[in-house]
């Protein structure tokens, strides 16, 4: 029993399958690549648990989570071991109208609360203890919009899998046992061409999304080789069924400079579940026929990271 017990804390994940909150950040970092600016991320890195708990243990609802995230540029010289069989670059994808780009981050935090204060916080203490080792590239604050729905005014994260589909479709099992417990992760910051998309008449809202507007009920598929909706871009069928990911979009916004946008966050046991969605939403399929959704957001970030486990983390300290 002790053995199996140990086996299952060497394996636990971070907290990739925590609900959506009301707030959330998304803090995107590159790391400088001196011996002693390595040596620096791997304490603070190591220290992930102890920051968590200084700011998780003042708000006694418990809501706030945070998961870290590494890219494969810095993993060999950061984490030492080799790089999770899938992990690589995120590749740009160029359908012959849209490109999803992709960006540089080497660290990726993905915060979450129920309100701002926490949030920030944690933030502020976490770049106190990286110094001058990282440079934040990227920060932003998401926000729950009514009732889940992102600024194209829909309903956000339905299809989500619950219960066990959850970690099955999220978290890295016995096909890579070094890097078991741990969970792919995608981020793509969209912006949105609000007046575009307010100029569309709702049905035609409804079949570029796959969904009802007022009442989020599915749409039904359409034929083989005409126009499909994003939801149907975004289901990945094969031998073996469909295949889940977990997306924990957030919407984020400046009015005053015009900003509207989505954060898309995927975590996925498979990274080329999400590759695959990414070319079937910029590509087409059949191609050209692009996700009509990139014809009113675009995609101004692109990266791929890999959350160990969270042994993998305290280990760096070692
Ligand atoms: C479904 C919005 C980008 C993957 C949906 C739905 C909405 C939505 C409203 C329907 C409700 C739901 O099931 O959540 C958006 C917006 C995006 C975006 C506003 C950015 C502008 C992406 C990207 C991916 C993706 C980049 C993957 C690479 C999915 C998946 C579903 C989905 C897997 C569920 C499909 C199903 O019904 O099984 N999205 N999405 N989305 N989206 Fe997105």
């Known amino acids: 029993p002790i053995t199996a017990l140990n086996h299952t804390l060497d394996n636990e994940p971070q907290q990739i399958t925590a609900p959506l909150t009301h707030s959330a950040a998304f803090l995107v970092l590159t790391v400088k690549d001196d011996e002693a600016s390595l040596a620096k991320v791997r304490e603070v890195l190591a220290s992930t648990d102890d920051l968590i708990k200084n700011t998780a243990i003042r708000e006694i609802e418990r809501t706030f989570t945070c998961n870290v995230a590494i890219g494969h540029r810095v993993w060999a010289p950061l984490v030492g071991s080799t790089p999770p069989r899938e992990l690589k670059p995120f590749q740009e994808v160029k ?10 981050g080497d660290l990726l935090y993905h915060i979450r609360a129920r309100t ?39 309903v956000d994260g339905t299809a989500n899998p619950e219960g066990l589909s959850l970690p099955e479709a999220t978290i890295v099992g016995e096909e890579d046992p070094d890097h078991a417990g741990g969970s792919y992760v995608v981020v793509q910051k969209y912006l949105h061409n609000l007046d575009a998309w307010r100029a569309q008449k709702t049905e035609a809202q409804e079949a570029i999304i796959g969904r009802t507007k007022h009442d989020n009920m599915e749409l039904d598929d359409a034929p083989a080789d005409a126009q499909k909706s994003h939801k149907t871009l975004c289901t990945i069928e094969d031998a073996d069924g469909e295949h889940e990911i977990l997306r924990d979009n957030m919407p984020f916004a400046n009015p005053g400079r015009g900003e509207y946008g989505t954060y898309f966050i995927g ?23 692009h996700d009509r959704i990139l014809d009113f957001s675009t995609a101004t970030t692109g990266v791929t990271f890999f959350a160990p486990s969270r042994k993998v983390l305290a280990d760096l300290g070692d």
């Not at 203490?125 to 729950?144: I, M, S």
């Open 95 to 104: 359908g012959a109208t849209h490109t999803a780009v992709s960006t540089p």
């Open 116 to 154: 701002m204060d926490l949030i920030v916080a944690f933030e502020k203490n976490l770049l106190l203890a990286f110094g001058d080792a990282v440079e934040a590239v990227d920060d932003v604050a998401g926000f729950r919009y009514f009732d889940g729905r992102d600024l194209l005014d829909f």
């Open 267 to 289: 975590y996925t046991r498979r990274l080329w579940v999400i590759e695959q969605m990414l070319e079937r939403m910029f590509i087409g399929n059949p191609a050209p026929l």
